[in-house]
Structures are given as C-alpha cells and as structure tokens.
C-alpha cells in the first residue's frame, strides 16, 4: 500500500466511450471548454499546451511528479469506512477518499505539485494564483517555497477577511497575497485579476489555475493531475473489497476534486456518479452557487460552460456558507458530463451542509472541510435510500480546519 | 462599403489618422452616453467605439472595470446599449460606431438576434474581446451577414501564421493591442510598435488601429505617427470617473481631452504629410 499510484495521464486504454477522448484538439468537452480568452494569451496558452504534452509524455517528468506525490504529499492517501456515519444514515456503507490527509490539508496540492514542476521546466520564475477559501492559494505558496520560485496569490478581499488563517500560512510560505477589490471581491474576481496579471507578464510568469476550468489545457490539464485521487480510490476499492463502489459523491465548485475522483470511474457503467453543488439558502432563493443546477451555457474565464447569469449575460452573484464553491461556473467537463446524463449534479444547503460538519465530526472524529461536507450530507441522504451491502464513496477532500471561524459564526459563536 | 471602410479609407486616402475614442456605455448612467457620443464627435472623433459593460472584463484595467460597474448599477445591459445607438443615430448618421465587449452579453441575447439589432440600431463594427478565430467560426459570417464588420484583436504575441488568419477574417479595421497588459496601463514603446504595425500591415490591407496605453497628446501623435488609427480609452473614461455626475463638467472634460489629441495627431500628420511633400 505504500507504493505511489503510478502516474498514467495517458491511460493508453481501448477508448470504450467518447468521454475518454475528451477533450477534443483545441479543448472542447462536446459544446463546452475552448479557449475564449483576449488574444495576448493566446500563443502563451499554445506554449503551455506543447510543454504539458512533452512533459507527460516524459518518463522523467512523471516519475519527478510521483516521487513528490510519494515523499511530499503523502499519498497514496486511504480509503476509510466511517461505520458509525454509515449505521446513522441506515443504508448503504460509506467510505472517504481521505484527500483530507494530504500535505496542506487538502486535494489542492496534486495539482500544484504537477504544474509547478511544469513551470519549472519551462524555466518561469514567477508563479500566480487565484484562490477562493485559500487552499489553492496554500498549496500553490507551498510548492513555490519548495522550487524557490516568487508566488503572487490574488484572493478577493471579501475572502480575505473570511480566510484570514489561510492568508497568513500563505505570507509565512513567502508569498505575496494581493488583494482584489473589483466585483463582488471573491473567487471569481481574484480570477479575473490573475488572468489580467498573467496578459501582463506572460514572459516570466505561469498561472497555476487551481480547478478544472479556465482556458485550455487547464481543465484537461488539471483533471489529470486530480485523476489519481480516482485511479488510487478504484484500486483500493478492488483491493480491499473486490468491488466498485456503487456511487461515488464529490462536491463540486470548479469541480477539481470532484473530477479527479469521477474520472476513472466514468467507463464503469455500474458506477452511479453524483456532483453536489452549493445550495446555500436554496436553490429556489437564488442565494446559491449552483451553475450545473440551475444556470445556463455562458462564457466566462476562457471557457464555455454551465454559469449563474441573468437573463442580459451578465454574471450573478452567488452565495456559499463555503468560501471554496463560491464560484459562479463550473469545470466544462461537468457540464458535459451532465448533458449526457453520465454524472447526476445534487445540491445541498448550507445548513445541510452544516450540520454534516457537525455530525461526521462528532461520530466519526473527522472534521470535513465545509466543500467536503457537502458531499458528505448528499453521501448520508444518498445511502438512506440504498442496500447495506452496497457502498458509496465520498470524497473527502480537505480538512475543516480552515472553517472553524465559519462554523463558529453560523452557530452564533465568536472564537 | 461600410461606413467604417468608407470612413476609414477616406482619411488614409488623405494621409490622415483617424481617431477613436472609447467610451463604456451607460457610465455613469444610460441617459449620460448619447450626449457624450455627440461631445466626443465634435472633439474631432472619427469613428466611435462603445464598450458593452460586463460583469467580468478581464482585459480591462481598473479605470474601465470601475466604468463596467458604474454602468451596470445604473442598469445598463447589451440591450440598453442599442438603445443608445439608435438614439445617437438620430442626431449622427454619419459616424461609424464600433461595440466592444465581451462574449457572454452576445451570447445570452443569441448571436443572430445580436447581429440583426445591433444593424439596426445603426452599429457599424463589432470587437468582441474574447471571442478568438478559433472559436469564431459562426460569429464573423454571422456578423458580416448582417452587414456588420468583425474587428479583430492582434496581440504582440501573435505570430505571423497566426496574424494571417486573423486578417483573413476580420473586417472593418485590425485593432492591434499595443503591449502586453490590460487597458489603461502606461507603457507605450513607440519604437517597437513601427515594427509590429508593419508586420500586420504585410498581412492586409485593412487600416491597423493601435489603443491599450494611449493616455496623452504625445502618445496620441506617437502612435499615429505608425498606426491608421488611435484608439483612446481609460484617459477619457477617468473623466468620467473623476467629475461624477456633473454631466455638463464631463463632457467639457471629454471635449478637452480628445480636442489635446486631435490637434496633436493633426499636427503629426501635417508634419509627416509635408515631410512626404518634400
């Protein structure tokens, strides 16, 4: 159990269904993904295409990436059964993908690992960010200290105040948090502001997109960096059980984690796939961030994709108790996913999503990140309705203590 | 020929440059933009380029993202926009208007409903700044159907392959952003910008307007001095900014601004014309 997953982007596997050819050439998940971005990155993006190629196609480069998975992230990370959470919910047994035990505390950090390793082949010495509750943002300041390159995060001041913790781990690890005023000072502004600074300094700089969405390669790039939280659980799952998993839950914002652990089980036609967006106060109030639940096809961030947006195109606010899933579109793949039908997209409240925190915490003694509560609440409703002897998987991925003054607040408390 | 090709030839065939003022529509209100349109053009604009606010402009410095918000807490959308063309229009039917903006307005009102409106409110030419040949293949016929030039962007990271294409599409004018960084940052190369002008212009026949970092008199007539065209932008939305709601201080301020830039790109071209005499 102690050998890294191998890395295999290019799983060299019969293609049985179209979505294992996704996405196309120039980055299309059927009508979705692309490249929609001001014409400066556009030759910036097409170098970046050509170096993650070579680089996943060089033995040297996926063994550099699993040896730091291996030594620096700690994985592979285990499988759990939460026993007590499954006899709670009466049903079926479920089980964590434990992303929580990762270094830096959460899933972010596959990713980061894989990009700056390509920065640093491609010889760029300045590395930005954009990031939403400040785990990318940790993440990528982490991997910055360790190659000893500069790091610029952009976070929204509004998130700034909510993540305060993150903000300083992030100055501890030497970089440099800037805020960002503009918009509704969030997740989806501190994106704006980091494609604005990489137009800017596209020579020296490489922006570490922190989810699957965003101009291609990012959302392909992205997901295959996230696809051993998927490939290890799969493995671990016949090994320890000789079984699948009949349901797999994930929360989704962009959707990194969600599609690092969806994506090698989508040939698996017995595999029930579920994404759990943000409901905040509920869909039906508008106060969410649930695109794939209740928004349309839009462009925004260099892709086309589901997006909350009125009926004149422009963006809509959204609202998450989670700083994470606070974010108006989602990864193109999940809309594509959606519209085949192969993957169901949920929602769970902010209460729902609460008092999953509370619960999983209490009887389990593990406390989930407020996004991988989310998939936790749908998990528990999710199993009430199935057999004992069917087993659904949940990834669980970040820890929740990066929350404790949001749950603190929404339980009227002040630390 | 359209009224931006007639235009625009008509000033290269007298060795003048045309200048392009840009202003975000319904800044800071809806009712504000027709008048300053009309300013703009008794300043000594030649054709005029209104920005379609959006939520999200993410090649848009600070001074046009606060334009973007202004306009859309006074509830400006890409409908409201046509309204105001076909407003101008009443007073101008001579001036060639240029809509830039981003995709997603185009795309929630439905390209083909775009085009047909923006043709009838009197739009001439359209840049939508995140629309890229790859992914454009419907939207420039679609424009040109409606009779509506497809300004492209070109980028100092354009490559020459890549600039061929571009000008195989667009129409109207090349609208080349002049270094690498969003509207409204002050870091013109004049010298490096002769060389990629020329480069475009070994490509088409199509004017080549400059803008991104035009901000004084000086640039203005620097620009002009390689360019067909001299696109200004944040200097004169800043004016906006700065006197608020006090329209008839902004349009002084916006007539002021674009008349510095008018005399000295006239005084550029004088020089360059006697020069060419000589």
């Known amino acids: 159990m102690n050998t890294p997953e191998p890395q295999q982007l290019d799983p060299g596997t019969p293609l049985v269904h179209a979505w294992r050819n996704m996405p196309d050439v120039r980055g299309h998940f059927g009508p979705y993904g692309g490249r929609f971005v001001a014409e400066t990155l556009m030759a910036p993006l097409d170098e970046l295409s050509e170096a993650y190629e070579a680089a996943r196609n060089d033995p040297a480069f996926m063994a550099a990436l699993d040896n730091d998975l291996a030594d620096y992230v700690g994985r592979p990370t285990p499988i759990y059964h939460a026993e007590r959470l499954s006899k709670k919910a009466g049903g079926a047994q479920i089980w964590f993908k434990r992303e929580d035990l990762n270094h830096t505390g959460a899933h972010k950090i596959n990713n980061t690992i894989g990009q700056a390793l390509l920065a640093a082949r491609m010889g760029k010495k300045r590395i930005i960010a954009e990031t939403g509750a400040g785990q990318h943002g940790v993440a990528t300041a982490t991997v910055a200290a360790r190659l000893g390159l500069e790091c610029v995060v952009f976070m929204g001041s509004e998130d700034m105040r909510r993540q305060a913790t993150n903000v300083y781990r992030m100055r501890l690890l030497g970089a440099e948090v800037r805020p960002v005023e503009s918009g509704s000072k969030t997740l989806k502004d501190a994106m704006n502001e980091a494609l604005r600074d990489w137009v800017a300094h596209v020579d020296d700089t490489f922006y570490i997109i922190g989810t699957v969405a965003g101009p291609h390669p990012y959302p392909a790039m992205v997901r295959d960096f996230q696809a051993v939280i998927g490939r290890e659980s799969r493995r671990q799952m016949l090994e320890r059980l000789d079984r699948l998993p009949d349901a797999v839950v994930a929360c989704v914002g962009g959707g990194s984690n969600a599609i690092g652990i969806f994506y090698p089980f989508l040939d698996d036609e017995d595999v029930q796939i579920y994404g759990v967006e943000a409901g905040g106060d509920g869909v039906a109030t508008g106060r969410h961030a649930a695109p794939l639940s209740a928004g349309r096809s839009g462009v925004l961030h260099g892709n086309r994709t589901y997006l909350m947006q009125d009926d004149n195109g422009q963006i809509s606010g959204t609202h998450s108790v989670s700083a994470g899933l606070d974010y108006p579109g989602v990864g193109p793949e999940h809309s594509w996913l959606k519209d085949i039908g192969r993957a169901h997209y949920v929602d769970i409240t902010d209460t729902e999503a609460l008092n999953a925190f509370h619960e999983c915490t209490r009887i389990e003694g593990i406390m989930p990140a407020l996004e991988s509560a989310h998939a936790v609440a749908y998990a528990q409703k999710l199993a009430a309705t199935m057999k004992p002897d069917q087993i659904v998987l949940v990834n669980m991925s970040g820890r929740g203590d990066k929350d404790m003054n949001s749950v603190a607040e929404a339980a009227g408390e002040s630390l | ?278």
């Open chain 2, 1 to 278: 020929m359209s009224r931006l090709a007639s235009r625009l030839g008509a000033l290269r065939e007298q060795g003048r440059s045309a200048l392009i003022p840009y202003l975000t529509a319904g800044d800071p209100a809806p009712d504000a933009t027709a008048g300053f349109m009309h300013a703009l053009v008794e300043a000594g604009a030649d054709v005029l380029e209104v920005g379609v606010p959006f939520t999200d402009p993410m090649a848009d410095g600070p001074v046009i993202q606060g334009a973007c918000e202004r306009a859309l807490a006074a509830g400006m959308s890409l409908s409201g926009v046509l309204d105001i063309v076909t407003e101008f229009r009443q007073r101008d039917n001579e001036t060639p208007i240029v809509l830039m903006g981003y995709l997603n307005p185009v795309d929630r009102m439905g390209l083909d409903t775009f085009a047909e409106r923006a043709q009838k409110a009197g739009v001439d030419g359209v840049l939508i700044v995140d629309m890229t040949a790859e992914e454009a293949p419907d939207v420039v016929p679609t424009l040109e159907d409606a009779g509506l030039d497809a300004v492209c962007l070109i980028a100092p990271t354009t490559g020459d392959a890549r600039i061929e294409k571009i000008c195989a599409k667009a129409s109207g004018f090349i609208y080349y952003v002049s270094f690498k960084g969003v509207t409204g940052s002050a870091s013109l190369d004049v010298s490096s910008l002769a060389a990629s002008v020329e480069r475009i212009r070994a490509k088409t026949q199509l004017p080549v307007a400059v803008g991104f970092g035009v901000s004084t008199p000086e640039n203005a007539a620097d620009v002009s001095r390689v360019a067909d065209a001299v696109v200004v932008g944040s200097a004169l939305v800043r004016q906006i900014a700065e006197h608020g709601a006090d329209r008839d201080a902004t349009q002084a301020a916006l007539r002021d601004t674009l008349s510095a830039m008018r005399r000295a790109i006239d005084e550029q071209d004088n020089t360059q014309g006697e020069a060419r005499r000589a």
